[in-house]
């Protein structure tokens, strides 16, 4: 099969596309001809902890997390999917490829009505964020979240999660033409990241105030500034929390900042039954318009250097996905 493969030695690992072996399936899990492949924000962390040499490229060089399609074969345990039913599944590596073999525990159906790129773009995305702010961050009514890199996918969901759970909400975007696209997704308040002093802005929208939760979805570019703005007892949630505070030291008043920190993943492992059924409540949410989930861009799968290339630029509204 043609796959895209991380490899490298004694340097920086690049992006390639080729042939690979055929995924070869355990009792529990599928094997899914890939229709359209996503590329989550875990993928793009990973790729930079293979290139910083802080984590090893997984066995076989295949990487991504998460793909849509179609069963062709199953495992001898696996009971809820056949031949021909149309998934999405997740997986720690290997969907970057023509076929994929995931887990029956992280694999969902599609419901009707739901296209093969919103379904590819979902799981991940969905369980990361309402994980993060809902179940252990404990969003509520009246409160601010300041959400930075707003336009990625993982913010445009975190704002509807947010709107929804009645926050107010505030986004920082690159793009000034992205503020009335933000708009339709309900999103009023959007500092330009290029143009604004983000801290006095935020601090005029929040009458001095500062927000109850930073949303943070960028590399950490600025810490220094959004952990100023969390109210003591305030929430920051980011892929490295702990470490990323710790490189701020003070809050606005020059001491440590007193906040919860968060790392913006599943609490639990995406195979566990309860994010199943909550990835699969979300489903049918976005199969029934409630949820949205943009599609920026889709590239041919052998583009995927160029198309990872494009997330970092920090130009896409929404998901990238690749095509086999």
Known sequence: ?????????????TLTFGEAPDPVIADDMVLIRVELVSIEAIDVVKLALYRSGLADV???????????????????AVTRFGVGDRVVAYHGCGSHAELFAAPEASTWHLPEGLDPGSAAAAPFTLAATHDTLLARGKLVPGETILINHVTSSLGLVSVQLAIEAGARVIGIARDPMCEERLNRIGLADVLNAGRDDIIARCLELTGGQGVDFVFDVSAGDRITQLARLVKPGGRYAAFSPAESLASVGYGRDGTTPDIGRLTIMPSSPMQDPLVHAQVAAMLA??????????????????EAAEAYEFILSGQPFGHIVMRP
Request: proline share 6%.
């Open 58 to 76: 997984p066995a076989g060089g295949i990487v991504g997390c998460q793909a849509s399609g179609t069963v062709i074969a199953m495992g001898s």
């Open 285 to 302: 949410r976005v199969a029934g318009g409630e949820l949205l989930l943009p599609i920026e861009h889709e590239f041919a799968l052998c």
């Open 1 to 13: 099969m043609k796959a895209v493969l991380c490899s490298g030695t004694g340097g920086r690992p």
